[in-house]
């Protein structure tokens, strides 16, 4: 059975830019519980691809399959997981084409011995550990990047695209996922303090009222001229703060 201390929440806003076009916000998150645990998922659909918005909910649905499958054979190893949620997403995108689908993507899969995290594309993940030593962060530093490309689901399978880790359970407290619309906006040296306060904060708060709370403040984005869309999401152990 599942460890019910673990919990989960998140949110997405669609960005200014995307408000003035007409567009659709183009990222996606998901959270789904089972008997086994909990898997979050948030998915970054490329801007530039007409289709972006179904990618990125295609990667979220992906992931849960796979998830499923890791579940019962245990003894697949990750590139195994990261090969299923690859093909899962080419059946789900259809009848669009991979070309016009890209996106991002970044998972947490937890049980209660370990949890697994991938990282696709840009965006960031953290895992608070119970101790400093634990922390962990899965994220491009772009402050001197110059450019506007990054990996993410597309017709090839690249496993060295990804970017994974696996972790036990007992070891963290929490683990955050956000796409770059929120990442990017973060120095690097700010970005576990980022997590932990997000963390202190809504760990114990009612369900409606962080629903509330969270899409509050990412529509308030205090970052000047931001026009991305931004999604962040969290998986997390109840009242252990």
Known sequence: ??????????????????????????????????????????????????????????????????????????????????????ANWLVRISPYSSTDCSATCLFAIQNEVMITLGRLGDGMIVALGETDKNHLILSDNKQDSFSNYTNSLQQEF????????????????????????????????????????????YVDMATEERKRDLRRWLNEWPVPGHSDDKTIASLFKKGSY
């Open 1 to 86: 059975m599942s460890d019910q201390t673990w919990n989960s929440w998140g949110a997405s806003v669609i960005g200014p830019l995307h408000v003035k076009t007409g567009s659709p916000n183009q990222d996606s998150w998901m959270a789904r519980r089972y008997q086994w645990g909990n898997v979050v998922v948030v998915s970054d659909g490329l801007g530039s691809k007409a289709h972006s918005d179904h990618g990125s909910k295609a990667a979220c649905l992906a992931v849960f399959e796979a998830a499923e499958s890791y579940q019962n054979h245990p003894d697949a190893n990750i590139v195994d997981i990261l090969r299923l949620i690859h």
């Open 158 to 201: 690249k496993a060295d695209h990804w970017e994974t880790a696996v972790i036990e359970t007992t070891a963290y407290n929490a683990i955050v996922l956000c796409t770059d619309g929120i990442s990017d906006d973060l120095l690097p040296e700010k970005k576990m303090i980022f997590t932990q306060e997000l963390y202190s904060t």
